[in-house]
């Protein structure tokens, strides 16, 4: 059985074991997770999702989340990555 989470910006499923599934976001189409995984905190800035500090029960979590519901650890939310010198002031 799946749990539906609806935040301000998107809505999630949340599958057995703590794994999410973004089933829709504001202003964004449906994620291609097989081809996201390798960009997990590009896409959970453009969500305003976390990610897991230190656990590994889920590779992503809705925004809002501050603890993984499994083992209570702390989340971290997402931030953007640092711009390299040649971006500009």
Do not use: K
């Not at 089933?23 to 994620?31: H, N």
Request: overall charge negative; charged content about 20%; hydrophobic content about 45%.
């Amino acid at each position: 059985m799946a749990y539906r989470w609806v935040t301000a910006n998107s809505v999630w499923l949340e599958e057995e074991h703590n794994r999410f599934e973004l089933e829709a976001g504001r202003d964004l189409a449906r994620i291609d997770w097989q081809r996201a995984r390798g960009r997990l905190p590009d896409v959970a800035q453009l969500l305003g999702a976390a990610l897991p500090a230190s656990c590994a029960h889920a590779a992503i979590y809705p925004e809002g989340f501050a603890f993984c519901p499994d083992c209570g650890a702390p989340l971290a939310a997402a931030t953007p990555p640092p711009r390299p010198a040649w971006w500009g002031a």
